[in-house]
């Protein structure tokens, strides 16, 4: 038997949606499970191969504050998809957060960053870039009361991050790791 969504119920409608949804197993068993939706995302991780620096941001992360006590999350820029082309998302999102003009993105692929609760798919990047590419203050967006800081790193320290622990953005981990598999002369002394 295969896998089907039976019923499912809106709970709550704001910036996601929250739904109920009824669904029968594989086995046959009837079950009901909590569903976040918000859209599909996109994030990229900007780096600077002349210089071995990243771009990334820090932010107010709410679900953070109110869990861990965690003010705040060193990020990769990401944001909701809000045309049909994930990479013109992607470049749209790195002026808006970090002020940085993206040309050549790599598309790494796309993953579920919270399969059990959400319907989220990210489409994940990394691009290049150089001073030149930094043509705004970036901060995020004032109607959205971002207050986006803009945090430019060694690739060392970031990998170094990565190996302690302290780099806990699962999106900009698995970017980091990826940049560290696809061009590991970037991270050497």
């Known amino acids: 038997m295969a896998a089907a969504i039976l019923d499912e119920a809106l709970l709550y409608d704001g910036w996601n949606r929250l739904l109920m949804v009824k669904a029968r197993t594989p086995s046959g068993a009837v079950i009901h499970r909590s569903v976040e939706d918000h859209g599909d995302a996109v994030t990229v991780l900007p780096f600077d191969p002349v210089r071995r620096m990243a771009l990334l941001v820090r932010q107010l992360r709410v679900a953070l504050l109110r869990g861990h006590g965690l003010a705040d999350s ?14 013109a998302c992607a470049r749209r999102e790195a002026m808006e957060e970090a002020g940085l003009l993206l ?7 796309c993953a579920f960053p919270m399969a059990g609760v959400s319907t989220e798919k990210m489409h994940l990047f990394l691009a290049e870039y150089g001073p030149a590419s930094r043509v705004g203050a970036g901060g995020g967006l004032s109607e959205e009361n971002e207050e986006i800081e803009v945090v430019e790193i060694g ?8 190996d302690g622990g302290s780099l806990t953005d699962l999106k900009t981990y698995a970017l980091v790791q990826t940049l560290r598999l696809k061009r590991p002369e970037l991270f050497g002394g």
């Open 155 to 162: 690739l060392a320290e970031l990998a170094a991050m990565a």
């Open 74 to 87: 060193l990020e990769a820029p990401a944001g909701i998809l809000d045309e049909d082309d994930p990479a």
């Open 103 to 109: 040309t050549d993105l790599v598309p790494l692929g």
